[in-house]
């Protein structure tokens, strides 16, 4: 940390790009409070019902709850909900927070809170680890109990700020960052996390500016303090000088002026200087991100992740409902087309389900398609949605974590039972819809030349290929240094997956982080990758990058690449053809 008179430096690590001016809104670890205010001797019953309500609608959420995981996985898994109960049927708990309503004089929630709190720093302290673990379960059901408190004045709810600011938190889950108000975030920044963490991958998606590792530094910010946040560099500057600010809004500026010389390029075709085509599509989360679809140019989507759609709301939504969503997307981007990815749960991701243990290493766990092909009806009612929205538009459907040939066959064949099913039934869909696989898992790279031959197209997931291939967790700070997108290893894979698609007659596409890095942009024209799917706020910088390339030029490149012994010789040569290229949008 640097301090210049009043202004501080806080250095983090760049998350996402981009510069944001505003007040601080500090979210402290754990759970947050709820506002507090004080009450008259004759509230103290009314707070205490207050109070036992809130338990007795928790109570029968976490039963429904219970009961719904119970019809979808059976009784074992439903039993995760036992430790909640057993919270909420407490006496000591009921009593103590019935006393510090009587005590403090203050509204139940707050009274409930502070409890709770004191409960879980002891059990956070202990070395028993059985009540570390609870301590999770505690936190988890509080929050549930603190969203049940009802108001009769609107004033009492507990919100982020209703004005702009830049948030300050511990950490976000990804789900945090996808619910982020757009309208009042301007930026975010947390101690934890790592600029592979899918969390900082969703904050570049959405065109957040962030910074994550600041490790240890939220507890000596103080909220409303005023802030730079610089996502390029991953400085959060506190109470900056005028001289800072005043640089920062120019830098800020010549950064919006260069993006709107970009923007002209929207209606152009993203070809190479030697004619050589390349598809590019957009990645999104959310149906309100259509539009930006059309701005940016994006040629379709390439990347629909149904995973936020599909889990965030508390009951998983029907066929019916998921059919009118996929329809809009298929709408939204006709001629083109959309690939909408099946649920792809686990991993840093949102979970599928509540698990009765946790998975000792959830990356290596139950997620992508291995959670489809174990909860069939769920997955079929997802695959018969999509038939049903693929009569509206162009549509694709994608598989992620294949890992061989064996899956792909099982979730064709739920393909093809619910194709029969609707056909049955008089309900129209394109039964020539494009199926597709992700390449995520070097197992799946090894075998490319097969699994092309059972579908028709193939999408290269970078994130999760690095990953596997170094044995290196994206979000975990200790290693992510050996997380190198251009390893040798990494590169060859992409090489043999390309070449067992174009043997095949099918296209490959890139929809990781690396389709939106402007250094690796010529490595990928070199490769042959027939489409690039990014965030749209990326898609105009890597549109201006592919019509700045010679695709023979790249091809000749790719031979000494893959010759090549090291990630840094790898990323030399990309690197010096990008910046021969295009050195106007490597700054």
Known sequence: ?????????????????????????????????????????????????????????????????????????????????????????????????????????????????????????????????????????????????????????????????????????????????????????????????????????????????????????????????????????????????????????????????????????????????????????????????????????????????????????????????????????????????????????????IPAEPLAHPEPNPFLGWRGIRVSLTRKALFKEQLRAILRASAHGKLGIMFPMISGLREVLAAKEVVKRSMDELHKENIPFDPKIEIGVMIEIPSAAMMAGEIAREVDFFSIGTNDLIQYTVAVDRVNHYVAHLYKPTHPAVIRLMDITVRGAKDNGIWTGVCGEMAGDLAITPLLVGLGIDELSVSTYKLPSIKKAVRSLSQSECSEMMKEILRARSSPDIAALSENMAQLSYPELLD
């Open 1 to 349: 940390m640097q301090v210049n008179e009043q202004e501080t430096i806080i250095q983090g690590t760049p998350g996402s790009p981009g510069i944001a001016f505003g007040p601080v809104h500090v979210e402290a670890r754990g759970f947050s409070a709820p506002d507090v205010y004080e009450i008259s001797k004759d509230e103290i019953p009314v707070e205490q019902e207050r109070f036992r309500q809130a338990m007795e609608k928790t109570k029968t959420e976490l039963d429904q709850l219970r009961h719904h995981i119970e019809k979808l996985s059976g009784e074992e898994e439903g039993k995760i909900f036992d430790a909640h109960l057993m919270v909420l049927e407490d006496r000591t708990l009921l009593d103590r927070v019935n006393q510090a309503i009587v005590e403090r004089r203050q509204n139940s929630e707050y009274a409930f809170y502070a409890v709770m709190q004191n409960f879980l720093e002891a059990m956070r302290r202990t070395n028993d680890s059985y009540l570390k673990e609870r301590a999770a379960d505690i936190d988890d059901v509080s929050q549930r109990v603190l969203r049940n408190f009802q108001h009769d004045d609107d004033r009492h709810k507990n919100n982020r700020p209703d004005h702009q600011h830049i948030l300050v938190a511990y950490d976000l889950s990804p789900s945090d960052t996808a619910s982020i108000d757009r309208k009042h975030v301007l930026g975010f920044a947390t101690e934890q996390g790592s600029v592979n963490s899918h969390t900082a991958i969703l904050a570049r998606s959405l065109g957040i500016p962030a910074i994550v590792g600041l490790e240890g530094s939220v507890i000596d910010i103080q909220t409303l303090s005023d802030c730079i946040l610089d996502g390029y560099t991953g400085k959060l500057i506190l109470n900056p000088s005028a001289e800072t600010v005043r640089i920062y809004q120019e830098n800020s500026e010549q950064k919006k002026r260069a993006r709107k010389e970009l923007e002209k390029l929207r209606e152009e075709k993203t070809t190479t200087t030697d004619g050589h085509r390349i598809t590019l599509s957009a990645n999104i989360e959310f149906t309100n991100e259509l539009p930006l679809v059309k701005e940016s140019g994006a040629e379709g989507v390439g990347l629909f992740r149904t995973e936020f759609y599909l889990l965030e709301g508390r009951e998983m939504p029907g066929e019916i409902e998921q059919a009118r969503v996929y329809t809009e997307v298929a709408e939204s981007t006709r001629p083109n087309q959309a690939i909408i990815r099946t649920l792809d749960a686990g991993g840093d991701k």
